[in-house]
């Protein structure tokens, strides 16, 4: 599953704002979608580090 999200104003600092506010994702998911390399922006794997 894709989920696709378009920036129009500045309201979040990071990506992980955004996934549990738009997307209602868990600290847990987002620890397990980060952890394995499945979060991505302008299709592009993000450096977490």
């Given at each position: 599953m894709d989920l696709k999200y378009c920036v129009i104003d500045n309201?979040?600092?990071n990506v992980?704002?955004?996934l549990k506010s738009e997307f209602?994702?868990?600290g847990r998911l987002f620890l397990k979608?980060?952890?394995n390399n499945?979060?991505?922006l302008n299709r592009k794997n993000i450096n977490w580090k």
């Open positions: 309201k979040y600092f992980k704002d955004v209602k994702v868990s979608l980060r952890n499945h979060i991505f």
